[in-house]
């Protein structure tokens, strides 16, 4: 019976690590590479579904409209660039 307790522990445990690591990871897909940190907080937000967690996804659903957001922003600094620098 105590090893059902202490495996429950350990799931919350990870769980919790999920869902603080994926929305970290949609706070910085926002300032810095979309792609790769949006990416990693989508797989972290499923590793934490699998644990039957609601939470996660909340943080799919973040990591992709932050990566996305952060995809537009990148496209409009560049094009602003562009014209700036008249390339």
Known sequence: MSDVRITRTAASRYNALFITAGFI???????????????????????????????????????????AIGLFKGAVILNYLRLWLRI
């Open 25 to 67: 990871c949609a706070l910085i897909s926002l300032i810095w590479q979309p792609l790769l940190f949006g990416a990693a907080g989508v797989v972290l937000g499923i590793l934490a579904t699998r644990n039957r967690s609601r939470v996660g996804i909340a943080v799919i659903i973040s990591s992709m409209a932050l990566m």
